[in-house]
């Protein structure tokens, strides 16, 4: 593939995946914006080949305006808009600008912006000291701020203690087999006890209303997964 295919303005599209509640109203938290492409590559891949040609910041800021874009567009949309974004992109040196910028363009976002950081991200990342501050500086426009895949990482724990996030995506691998799991359980109820009262808890990856019903007795009150919605385009 061309690397400048990557910018044509309909390569790139997002699908949108919902979030619910899972109490009894399984009402809609919001929806995780999900970047696809029209060769049907894999994301991964696609920011992969974007790292190597030194674009990797253009293909970001690109992909969360697209996918602040297509959420906008149905007039029905409502709740929060979780983007992923890479830890570099927020600490690169134009970010705080083009983000200026793009709450001009979109106020009405202020307030319902969730940018989701993955947790495996490397720690020397993690442990520049102007990450935090430039977290800082996104709570002007009430953005919330995740750790995706938590619990993937060496250093879960100590990341949400330092960085007290908004929200933790627990990693689909709690989620699976979890009525069948009283390890995975036990963990659970201790995370939710520990980080439910000032931290948004949401289970990554449910695929069984048994593990759905599980979480919820354990104190997790918002879930994602293929059982609850799987990513698609929302209606205009």
Do not use: C
């Not at 001009?104 to 442990?127: A, H, I, K, M």
């Not at 879960?156 to 009283?182: H, T, V």
């Amino acid at each position: 593939m061309n690397i400048f295919t990557i910018f044509q303005d309909d390569f790139i599209y997002h699908d949108y995946q919902p979030l619910y509640t899972i109490d009894r109203s399984q009402s809609l938290f919001g929806y995780e914006a999900l970047l696809r492409n029209k060769l049907q590559e894999n994301p991964e891949t696609l920011f992969q080949t974007a790292m190597r040609a030194n674009i990797l910041y253009k293909l970001d800021t690109l992909s969360i305006s697209k996918a602040i874009e297509g959420f906008l567009h149905n007039r029905n949309q409502n709740g929060r808009l979780f983007v992923n974004v890479y830890v570099t992109t927020i600490l690169h040196p134009s970010f705080h600008k083009y983000f200026d910028y793009l709450m001009g363009t979109y106020p009405e976002l202020q307030g319902r912006l969730v940018f989701e950081l993955n947790e495996s991200t490397s720690d020397e990342l993690w442990q520049n000291p102007l990450l935090l501050k430039a977290l800082k500086n996104l709570k002007q426009y009430n953005v919330l701020y995740a750790i995706d895949d938590f619990g993937q990482g060496t250093a879960s724990i100590k990341k949400s203690i330092e960085f007290e996030p908004d929200i933790i995506k627990l990693d689909r691998y709690f989620a699976k087999n979890l009525a069948e799991s009283e390890r995975k359980q036990r963990f659970i109820s201790f995370f939710s006890q520990f980080y439910g009262s000032d931290t948004i808890i949401i289970l990554e990856g449910i695929e069984q209303e048994e593990d759905m019903q599980v979480a919820k007795e354990l104190g997790i009150t918002i879930g994602q997964g293929y059982f609850l919605g799987r990513p698609s385009q929302l209606l205009a």
